[in-house]
């Protein structure tokens, strides 16, 4: 009965590949998110979607991109993956009207070679 | 966003309280601070929020100052588990939201030891 699942939680892959990140959340949550956290673990916003609806892009290659098919998942695909994508990705979802109380997920640990 | 400013790391001995310090004295009047911790290879963790009030909940306890420039959270008898990152987050309000935009800063090593 895990809040925020992400799948997979390892992914090492090669330069220039394509991969995707699953996030799920079965709180029932509106807004889901994804962070990335650098190797000198700071931890920064990508994305944020409200009912299958972008509201927060920060500054992200447009090798990025998230995908909502439902308000309970947010997938997140990489395309031409580069070294400076290593790193951690984490999930959260936050309830309508509580936005800044996240639930984040485990993380995806994502090292490009 | 309100800037904060937090020591770069604290200990504590296990059973004591544990007491990390925040300062923002840009918050405005309607910006709240938030307080999350990562514990080592996990995902954060919200701990408690308040906007001028004292809080508590199971977790913790949040003393905000009078003119709201600076907080303290106060693990009260802290364990080895508590050992983790301790972020102070004041997010933006803009327009009476801050469409759930957290910045995480350096935040503060707390080890709780033996």
């Known amino acids: 009965d895990t809040a925020v699942s992400q799948t997979p939680k390892y992914l090492v892959t090669q330069m220039g590949n394509d991969k995707s990140i699953k996030c799920e959340q079965n709180?029932?949550?509106?807004?889901m998110y994804w962070y990335k956290q650098d190797s000198k673990k700071f931890l920064k916003i990508m994305f944020s979607?409200?009912?299958?609806?972008?509201?927060i892009n920060e500054t992200v290659p447009n090798r990025f991109s998230p995908k909502s098919p439902d308000k309970a998942h947010l997938n997140l695909h990489i395309n031409s993956l580069e070294l400076g994508d290593s790193a951690v990705y984490f999930c959260?979802?936050?309830?309508?009207?509580?936005?800044?109380?996240?639930?984040f997920g485990p993380g995806t640990r994502l090292l490009v070679l | 966003d309100a800037k904060t400013t937090q020591p770069t790391s604290m200990d504590c001995a296990e059973g004591r309280a544990a007491n990390l310090p925040c300062n923002h004295s840009?918050?405005?009047?309607?910006?709240?601070v938030y307080w999350y911790r990562q514990i080592h290879s996990q995902g954060p963790q919200y701990i408690i929020h308040?906007?001028?009030n004292n809080e508590t909940n199971e977790m913790a306890s949040l003393i905000i100052t009078e003119d709201r420039k600076s907080s303290t959270l106060i693990l009260p008898h802290a364990t080895l588990r508590d050992t983790a990152v301790y972020y102070c987050i004041v997010p933006p309000n803009a327009g009476g939201t801050s469409y759930g935009k957290l910045t995480f800063g350096q935040g503060t090593i707390l080890t709780v030891h033996p």
């Open positions: 979607y409200n009912n299958k609806e972008l509201i």
């Open positions: 840009t918050i405005s009047g309607n910006e709240y």
């Open positions: 709180l029932g949550h509106d807004t």
């Open positions: 308040g906007l001028k």
């Open positions: 959260a979802s936050s309830p309508s009207g509580a936005l800044e109380t996240q639930y």
